[in-house]
């Protein structure tokens, strides 16, 4: 009757660059039983959070890591131990060995739960006959540890070139794998989201025509931040019954859920439907969260007339096409503007490390790209903004636009960034308060530029009412940091210099 | 230009080789009077007289052990082994001292062995091997592979004219199966170099020998079910086209290595464990090997035939690829 050896589970490589992952929920508990691959625990890495199926069948003999723990790929979680065998719990003994008695001991089983070996087929004990067949290696993928999310490496690093998350993709190979082919479809066909931000990202502000899909007026940071792990989790012991069911609440009390969506959640009623989280999303989730539980976000508003920088930019605008194949765009405007005011106010481009304030005399300017469809967003970073003039800023923008449209962002264009601009004034709206990429200190929203009545004064210093270029400009900062009147000087500033701008700025 | 069988264009390429270069003979059993086992050399003793086609005592030690002496003191033989599986024989002689001579005393050892090999013919455990992987393994020695008529005339040009001994397997089964036009001009072909026999875009097939057209059959089923199976014909193990091989791997990310040696420590080994080292991040899919099983070559035909890896076995593995 022997079932064979005990099967250890451990820890999964999600990804090439992952490394480690948190045990974020039990679905067995010690002594229960596990069908193979039956889901058994969910784990939660950098790049996704998924559930990691058995690879035995058996009883959950032990359980080494507890909910809330972050360990290293490879490292053993749990081990199941043949049914029948003797469990470390003592309790469901009649069910063990109604189990056992059930579609126990296939040796083919076996040898598939107990360990991946590709040589399994002929070729070892065969001095005595010669065989019939030539000796080949069978990839069996339904045993290569993951489940139904491994990743092969070619689809992992096409999947981290592209920020896309394989779990995403629709799989043709086998048990559903993705396969190459797959992801460079999905790529292909802009499934992925990472594609056409542009029209959210509207360099255009005026002339865009508002899109269908609102972005959210805030910024993020790329797909995969640095999650830190679960935070404080007290490493529920779980002294669990032994109920043939996962006892949800006492998981959801332990745990200090790191993203809203409770695993407990209730059951769909009439009419609703439920897709899985992206990665991305879950980053996104993650991060805006974890800002605003971190900067103190006020936001101030300033209302510029761009009459001049509306004249400048059609004075450049044909040279720069022409001569360059670049669009003088508004928001490249207002980049320039704000990069050249930046090193005069260092505590707007700062970051609170510790105890420490970090100023610095560059900007590393992040661009808040929102993605298609609601998919999530990017913020891809212009390093060293303040080297470069009119020309170059729209170039950057340009360039970061291309690629983020084409999934030709490298991971070093979305990290780093000391200040952000988000630009949802491609939608019309005409405020908003975005969530401050953490760990900078401020980000600036542009709205958008409408013809609006403004008082001015005439030639003889009387008020009138002209008819002129409005643009809203918010700046939402970190009262840790920045106060409310180091944020309206600023401002002030930024106001004075798009007004006032002059054409030898480009 | 003409047609010729690939043991036609081994005759012929010999030929000329000795015709233009009076260094080259050749030595082996009755390769002299009876003109070789398979008549490579029939009629090579009247044109060249018997000091230049020398037929030999039955010992491989001394056709070794003498081509080798013979090299050191300037000339460039040829020496036939009648099947590759003797060579064992003379294993001391060509591993100890003809692979490393030229590290012991810098001296060069111009020596080609040609060694018929394969199966396919019932000839059973000691006339049907495939020993590269052997030989590969011995740093010092050049391993060729030819499976066209016009590589095996130019890379056996390129064997006598390489300084370090070279072990030139040809491939019985092919002997008289397999024509292709062959120039009439001395060529050489380098070593090295791998040969696209199919190309394609879906998976990598790597192989030599017999096994290339075993291969470029199955890709031709394959391409009935809508996927395109390159098949690359190494040509030469020692030196091996490690480029190619990745270049082909890393756009098609699956891959099958295919030889008729044995399985365990054969070249396929190297070829795979060489894509993991150098291609891991390419892969879509575990590189797969198709191979003999570890037996000896079984003389009965049905046994023979399961044996070694047929077309049917190589469709197989590729749809299992195909659907991986």
């Known amino acids: 009757m022997s079932t064979g050896t005990q099967v250890e589970v451990v820890m999964p490589q999600m990804g090439v660059s992952v490394s480690e992952g948190t045990v974020t929920k039990w679905l067995k508990q010690p002594g229960e039983t596990v069908a193979l691959d039956e889901p058994l625990l969910e784990i939660s890495t950098d790049k996704v959070d998924t559930e990691v199926p058995s690879p035995g069948e058996g009883v959950v003999a032990q359980v080494l890591v507890q909910e809330g723990e972050t360990v290293e790929v490879g490292t053993v979680l749990a081990v199941i131990a043949p049914a029948g065998a003797g469990s470390t719990e003592a309790e469901p003994a009649a069910e063990e060995r109604v189990v056992a008695d059930a579609p126990v001991p296939e040796p083919a089983t076996q040898a598939a739960a107990a360990e991946v070996t590709a040589s399994s087929s002929a070729g070892e004990g065969m001095p005595s006959t010669p065989t019939p067949a030539p000796v080949t290696s069978s990839p069996h993928v339904e045993s290569a540890g993951n489940g139904r999310t491994f990743v092969s490496p070619v689809v992992a690093r096409i999947a981290a070139e592209h920020g896309v998350d394989p779990n995403a993709v629709a799989g043709t190979g086998q048990g559903g794998r993705v396969t190459k082919k797959d992801i460079l479809l999905y790529i292909e066909s802009g499934a992925s989201g990472v594609s056409p931000p542009v029209e959210a990202f509207a360099p255009e502000v005026p002339e865009q025509a508002p899109a269908a899909a609102p972005a959210p007026p805030v910024s993020a940071t790329p797909p995969a931040p640095e999650t830190p792990p679960v935070p404080a989790a007290a490493p529920a012991p779980a002294p669990t019954p032994p109920a043939p069911t996962p006892p949800a609440p006492v998981v959801a009390a332990a745990k200090p859920a790191p993203l809203p969506a409770a695993p407990h959640a209730p059951a769909l009623a009439a009419g609703e439907s439920e897709e899985a989280m992206t990665a991305m999303r879950r980053g996104v989730a993650e991060h805006m969260r974890r800002s605003l539980d971190t900067s103190a976000h006020v936001t101030s508003a300033i209302e510029v007339d761009m009459s001049r920088v509306v004249v400048a930019r059609e004075d450049l605008k044909q040279e720069f096409q022409a001569t360059h194949g670049v669009n003088p765009t508004y928001l490249a405007f207002v980049a320039k503007a704000t990069v050249e005011l930046l090193p005069r106010w260092p505590y707007v481009n700062a970051e609170i490390r510790g105890e420490k304030i970090v100023t610095r005399p560059f900007v590393h300017l992040g661009i808040a790209v929102a993605l298609d469809e609601g998919k999530g967003l990017i913020v891809p970073v212009i390093r060293n903004a303040q080297d470069l003039n009119l020309l170059g800023l729209a170039r950057s923008i340009a360039d970061l636009a291309q690629r983020a449209r084409t999934k030709k962002l490298l991971p070093d264009d979305v990290q780093g960034g000391t200040f952000t601009i988000t630009n949802p004034g491609g939608f019309g709206t005409f405020h908003g308060t975005p969530v401050i990429s953490q760990p900078q200190v401020g980000i600036l929203g542009t709205y958008a530029l409408v013809k609006r009545p403004w008082v001015v004064q005439d030639e003889l210093g009387k008020d009138v009412i002209a008819i002129r270029p409005l643009m809203n400009i918010t700046l939402t900062y970190d009262h840790r940091l920045v106060d409310g009147a180091y944020s309206g000087g600023f401002l002030k500033e930024l106001r004075e210099r798009l007004e006032d701008w002059e054409g030898s700025s480009g | ?324």
């Open chain 2, 1 to 324: 230009m003409a047609e010729k069988t690939y043991l036609q264009a081994i005759s012929d390429g010999l030929r000329q080789e000795m015709r233009r270069d009076p260094r080259v003979f050749v030595l082996g059993e009755d390769v002299g009077v009876y003109g070789g086992a398979f008549k490579v050399t029939h009629g090579f003793q009247e044109e060249f007289g018997p000091w230049r086609v020398l037929d030999t005592p039955l010992s491989e030690t001394a056709i070794v052990a003498g081509a080798t002496g013979a090299a050191l003191m300037g000339l460039r033989p040829v020496a036939e082994m009648q099947f590759a599986d003797f060579v064992s024989c003379a294993w001391d002689h060509l591993v100890t001292i003809a692979a490393k001579q030229r590290w012991r005393a810098g001296t060069p050892v111009p020596i080609t062995l040609r060694l018929p090999s394969g199966g396919g013919f019932s000839g059973g455990p000691f006339h049907s091997q495939n020993p590269e992987s052997s030989f590969a393994h011995i740093p010092g020695l050049k391993i060729v592979c030819p499976a066209t008529p016009e590589d095996a005339k130019g890379l056996l040009a390129s064997a006598i004219e390489d300084p370090n001994p070279v072990l030139f397997f040809e491939h019985k089964h092919l002997y008289r199966r397999i024509k292709g036009e062959v120039s009439d001009d001395r060529y050489t072909t380098p070593f090295g170099e791998a040969r696209v026999h199919r190309a394609g875009d879906d998976l990598t097939v790597i192989t030599w020998g017999a096994m290339v057209y075993t291969a470029g059959e199955a890709a031709e089923k394959l391409a009935a079910d809508g996927v395109d199976v390159e098949v690359l014909d190494l040509r030469t193990l020692i030196p091996w086209d490690r480029e190619a091989v990745l270049e082909s791997v890393r756009r098609c990310s699956k891959v099958l290595v295919l030889h008729e040696d044995t399985r365990t420590g054969g070249f396929g080994a190297e070829i795979a464990a060489t894509i993991a080292e150098e291609a891991f991040e390419y892969l879509d899919a575990p590189v797969r090997r198709i191979a003999a099983p570890d037996a000896p070559v079984p003389f009965s035909p049905p046994l023979e035939k399961a044996y070694i890896p047929q077309v049917d076995d190589v469709v197989a593995g590729l749809r299992e690829l195909a659907a991986y």
